[in-house]
């Protein structure tokens, strides 16, 4: 049976179940209670620089607080600077620390090019024999485009994973195919037949997406394979309406969700919710990335 969770597990008594048994452990957490909350979040971040801000306290206790995976999107000789802190502090709360990364970081053809290298060994490298789980954005476009004689992303991201599994052996791997699913789900499907799947814990769908459960059921029955995970980003798929653009009609989703079963799909946010797609849909005048205070408080509705 699954078990909703919000930052600590919840009781077994609440839900009818002989406390006496012992639960099964929750397959992304270990004996964690739950997910570390990023203090630099672009939430967290909004909030301290707009005290006096009317969203703030919406913004603070619907958002900021809730944890979210840490994006790791700097350069390989700034991502130990970047991750420690947020690391340190899962650490200390005894909590479960969740990074989000690209994985092709612009690698070029052939997939042999040493600039995911040295990426992935300096996220290795700072991750070190920590507890992390670590979902691996695959871009929709090939890097390097039309001068690939072949597609360079399953070697790439493969690779990538072997590097972080060898020198961080306590990482577990989810790829992120969201945007390759976007695209088509036979993308997706050709994208993982291609690749060694040896080594990853699963797979992450609607990672940045506002997709609510209904659109992406297909989805997820066609993406299952073996005893992988399916992962999906909740963050913005509470809504009922179609999926969009910083869509007017997406709002929060259940902040975790998971079960020991591994045909269940888990729920966690994985993105930040209030940061823009663009300048789209209900921000026409925003950038990708930014945090819109707006977009942030229209989601808890």
Same mark, same amino acid.
């Given at each position: ?58 913004? =603070?206790?619907?958002? $900021?607080?809730?944890? +979210?995976?840490? &994006?790791? #999107?700097? *350069?390989?000789?700034? %991502?130990? @600077? ?75 991201? =493969?690779?990538?994973? $072997?590097?972080?599994? +060898?020198?961080? &052996?306590? #990482?577990? *791997?989810?790829?992120? %195919?969201? @945007? ?94 209030? %940061?823009? @797609? ?24």
């Amino acid at each position: 049976m699954a078990c909703l969770l919000a930052g600590a597990l919840c009781g077994c008594e609440a839900r009818g179940i002989d406390p006496a048994v012992p639960a099964r452990p929750m397959q992304l957490l270990g004996s964690k209670a739950g997910f570390a909350v990023d203090p630099s979040s672009p939430a967290a971040a909004w909030v301290r620089n707009n005290p006096g801000s009317p969203a703030t306290a919406t913004v =603070e206790q619907r958002i $900021a607080r809730v944890p +979210a995976a840490h &994006r790791v #999107a700097v *350069v390989e000789k700034e %991502v130990a @600077d970047d991750i420690r802190p947020y690391l340190d502090a899962a650490a200390g709360s005894r909590a479960q620390a969740l990074l989000f990364a690209d994985a092709d970081r612009g690698a070029g053809c052939p997939a042999s090019s040493g600039s995911y290298r040295s990426w992935s060994s300096a996220l290795a490298a700072a991750v070190g024999e920590q507890d992390v789980i670590i979902v691996l954005r695959v871009a929709a476009s090939e890097p390097g485009g039309r001068e690939c004689s072949t597609d360079p992303r399953p070697q790439v991201t =493969e690779n990538v994973v $072997a590097s972080l599994r +060898a020198s961080a &052996r306590n #990482a577990r *791997v989810i790829l992120d %195919v969201s @945007d390759l699913a976007a695209q088509s789900v036979p993308a997706v499907q050709q994208f993982l037949d291609r690749m060694a799947l040896t080594g990853l814990t699963g797979i992450a769908v609607n990672v940045g997406g506002t997709a609510p459960d209904a659109h992406i059921a297909d989805t997820v029955s066609k993406l299952r394979r073996g005893n992988l995970l399916v992962v999906q980003d909740s963050s913005r798929s509470g809504g009922d309406g179609p999926p969009g653009c910083n869509s007017p009609q997406a709002r929060l989703g259940p902040q975790l969700s998971l079960s020991p079963d591994a045909g269940w799909v888990q729920k966690v946010w994985i993105t930040t919710p209030g %940061v823009s @797609d663009g300048p789209c849909g209900a921000a026409p005048g925003s950038k990708a990335g930014e945090f819109v205070p707006e977009l942030a408080v229209a989601l808890t509705r």
